[in-house]
C-alpha cells in the first residue's frame, strides 16, 4: 500500500490561500469598483449584466486560470461600457 507524500486534508485550511489568489482578489474588486461607477446610460445597456455576471460568484469560485479568464472579459466588458455616453 502507498502512503501519501503530503497528508489528505479533510477540513479546508483556514486563512491560507494560494499566492495568485490574492492579486486576483485585488483585481476583483477593482473591476467592482469600476462596475459601481457607470453612468446611468451603461447600466440600462444589456453589456452591464454581462459584466456583473463575469463578476458574480463564478469568479470567486473558480479555479486561477478560470478566475483570469473570467477578469479579463469582465475588463473588456467595462472598457466598452465606459465609451457609452451618459444620460441626459
Given at each position: 500500500m502507498r502512503k501519501h507524500r503530503n497528508?489528505?486534508?479533510?477540513?479546508?485550511?483556514?486563512?491560507?490561500?494560494?499566492?495568485?489568489e490574492i492579486p486576483l482578489d485585488k483585481r476583483h474588486e477593482v473591476l467592482m469598483q469600476r462596475l459601481a461607477r457607470l453612468n446611468r446610460g451603461a447600466q440600462r445597456s444589456p453589456g452591464y449584466k454581462t459584466a456583473r455576471r463575469l463578476l458574480g460568484n463564478a469568479a470567486r469560485k473558480s479555479s486561477a486560470a478560470t478566475r483570469i479568464a473570467l477578469l479579463d472579459a469582465?475588463?473588456?466588458?467595462l472598457d466598452v461600457l465606459e465609451m457609452i455616453p451618459p444620460l441626459l
Open positions: 497528508p489528505v486534508l479533510t477540513e479546508p485550511r483556514s486563512g491560507q490561500r494560494h499566492a495568485t469582465a475588463a473588456f466588458m
